[in-house]
């Protein structure tokens, strides 16, 4: 994957605690401002780019790392948070702050890393809520190959940066999207409109020849220039396809980056032997991310976890599409690497809260046992640092320690489907919702304050959106 900038190094556990500076600035309050329906002005001056932002007093700090705070989530109370040079320089209780800062005012607030979505189909927002009484193959007849065709780069932008932004409201600061799109005018629109948002991404591309030719020119071409931006080959594991397979993973390593396969999402794939095919071009290990696994048989759970391979579950989509409920309960005994993927047109909402409800809830469901894997601190690892662990990442991003990237999601609890304050980590996972959202920075940048997207005219983005939708359903 394209190397991120260094990031510098943790500073001490007194220098966690004494921050770096002495000149204190005037808070301003998250949340504080009143917020008029469908307006998108920003309540106050947008934060410069590069200059460091403290977030003062949070009620509660879900760190992800132990070693700063309590229990498996490393949580702290009535803590600061300060981001400077696109990091997190420091945690802890009273920082000072340094010149130059802006400080938020987090009281009554949550702070923890982004949500980190391991498998997407952005483009697939045109159309949401299609298909719905069909499975995976019904779906792909009715609603996908349909419109794929259509596709125009103005088309395909607008339902990119929707979805893209949809993600970003909801609390994702890193996705990844698996992308069948092949022309490059097409695969040129997409990355902007991924690039235009500010999230970090990984760009999975299918390559549409065994040679690779043009994932290398996209590669080099439009996304190692974006600075968040990173890239995998994607292929469809299958006896049928296991000379293109094989090319996939040759490239991929050419490249120095993650295969990523879709891989027994529905039981009628069994036929294509996905597991097998990956194990005979060398594939299996901590460079391949395999995407549903819904139905591994227990030798191929054991060997997916004898090879560190990655895993991304699609609990929501899964469900939506009569696909099955993958067996995670059994695939976190083993230690495999488990992230939540929102999975496109088939999840019909970027909410990364009812993705880690359903997560825990469907493992339940199966089992008929409450105290099964994932518990909440499981799971919210999973859309964190687990996720960041999948990718290959979890040395800049998913965790709060001092020198990780500052991905960082603020959350208001003071809600009516929040309050009043019992578990507030199991509230995250069962109450939370997008709109509990208050604040999002990626790389230390705002990309939503006071519970609003900075600088984004979501108006427009909609509007653009649905015209570029019935366009191409006219066009049909």
Sequence with gaps: ??????????????????????AAATPLVLGATARPARHDTPSRPPLEAGRPVLLRRASLVLTMDPALGSGPLGAVEDADLL?????????????PTPPGTRVLDASGKLVMPGFVDTHNHLWQAMIRGGCTDRDLFGWFRGCTAPQRGRLTPEALHSFVRLAALDAVQSGVTTLVDWVDIFSYDLVESYVRALAGTGLRFTYAMYPPAPDGALAVKVKKELVDPVPLGSFQIATHAARAAASDNRAHWETARELGVMLNSHVLERPEQRADDPVGVLADIGALGPRLLMNHAVHLTDAEIAAVAEHDVRVAHCPLSNMRLASG???LSELGRRGVKVGLGLDGG???????????????GLQRARTTEADVFPQVSDVLRMATLGGAEVLGLSDRIGSLTPGMRADVVVVDPAALNFAPRFDWTGQIVFNGRPENV?????????????GRL????????VREAESAATRLRTAG
């Design 1 to 22: 994957m394209q190397s991120l900038p260094t990031p510098p190094a943790a500073p001490s556990r007194r220098e966690l605690l004494a921050g770096l500076g002495l």
């Design 83 to 95: 981001m400077r040079g696109g990091a997190v320089a420091a945690v802890g209780r009273g920082l």
């Design 325 to 327: 409920i993958m067996r």
């Design 346 to 360: 088939t999840n019909d909402t970027s909410d990364f809260h009812a993705l880690m409800k359903t997560a825990i």
């Design 438 to 450: 208050d604040a999002v920075f990626v790389d230390g940048r705002a990309l939503k304050l006071d």
């Design 454 to 461: 900075v600088g984004v005219d979501t108006d427009r983005v």
